[in-house]
């Protein structure tokens, strides 16, 4: 099939990582599938640094074309999103479109699309109910469409973009934390939550030593893994400020002394207690 469907040959190598032990990727491929007509918009929801910008990253490898807005708190998202007046380096002025604006306009165009928002409850609520009436398709003769209004002129009026929702995908995640988003743009979402778990966590440190290169024993991972287990209860409890993450075992991979086991250990060892020291007045 791969070699007569270009659609198929896109996915081949995602299937190929989900059935080798990427548990987030895999859950992913049941809702998105390039061409296809998807009303729902997952937000995956998991502890920071578990993997879901990479796994997302590799669903968008997939599509024609792949879009990613890091959210913030910025007043001024909505114009990252939909647009906004610059200097066109002429004296004038020019009307750029935002990251959502390309995405719309690119699957009214017939590219299959991925927009990802990254972070997407840290969006403050004027913009979080900007977006719900974008992310409510309406119903047209030919099908379910998305519709944005731009800031471009068409004629004496805006320009108004509709795109197939089969064209157009939206994806969404967020970290766990206290960061909760208004009721109306939760519910625009079918959530897909991962919470802390062994299994997965040891398969994302063994895709981190992997792709690093590093020789390690059967049980490292794992290792890994339950030491991520155990600082996040000592979070829990007060013991810690932070607890360790990915992002340590990725920084131990690129600068041990040496890329083995041993190498990675001792990195680790050194710098465990900077990372997740507590954090009061007299400490920090």
């Known amino acids: 099939r791969a070699a007569k469907d270009a659609a198929a040959a896109s ?22 599938k390039p061409g296809d007509n998807l009303r729902t918009k997952v937000c995956l929801t998991a502890p920071p640094s578990f993997g879901k910008s990479h796994s997302i990253n590799l669903l968008g490898a997939s599509y024609d074309l792949y879009l990613t807005h890091g959210c913030s708190e910025d007043v001024d998202e909505i114009s990252t999103l939909l647009g906004n007046v610059v200097p066109d380096g002429k004296g ?51 099908g379910p469409h998305y519709r944005l209004r731009t800031r471009k002129m068409d004629g004496a009026v805006l320009e108004t973009i509709l795109c197939p929702c089969n064209k157009l995908h939206v994806i969404a995640a967020a970290n766990l934390s206290l960061i909760k988003p208004i009721e109306a743009f939760w519910s625009r979402f079918f959530k897909v939550r991962l919470d802390w778990n062994l299994a997965d966590c040891t398969a994302v440190g063994e895709a981190i030593l992997a792709a690093h290169g590093v020789t390690v024993s059967a049980k490292f991972a794992q290792s890994y893994a ?40 001792d990195f680790l060892t050194a710098h465990l207690k900077g990372q997740v020291a507590n954090w009061d007045g007299d400490l920090g």
Do not use: M
């Not at 339950?226 to 979070?235: C, D, N, Y």
């Not at 400020?241 to 690129?254: G, M, S």
């Open 11 to 32: 996915r081949v190598p995602l299937l190929a990582a989900a059935v080798s032990g990427n548990h987030i990727l895999d859950k992913l491929l049941a809702f998105y």
């Open 92 to 142: 004038g002025f020019a009307i750029v479109d935002g990251v959502l604006t390309q995405a719309v306009r690119a699957a009214s165009e017939g590219k299959n699309t991925l927009f990802f928002l990254d972070e997407v409850f840290r969006l403050f609520p004027k913009c979080q109910e900007w977006l719900l009436t974008f992310l409510q398709p309406v119903n047209t003769p030919t």
């Open 226 to 265: 339950k030491l991520l287990g155990e600082t996040r209860a000592a979070v829990k409890t007060g013991q810690l400020a932070y607890p360790a993450d990915f992002r340590l075992l990725e920084a131990a991979c690129a600068h041990a002394i040496t890329p083995t086991e041993c190498g990675v250990r």
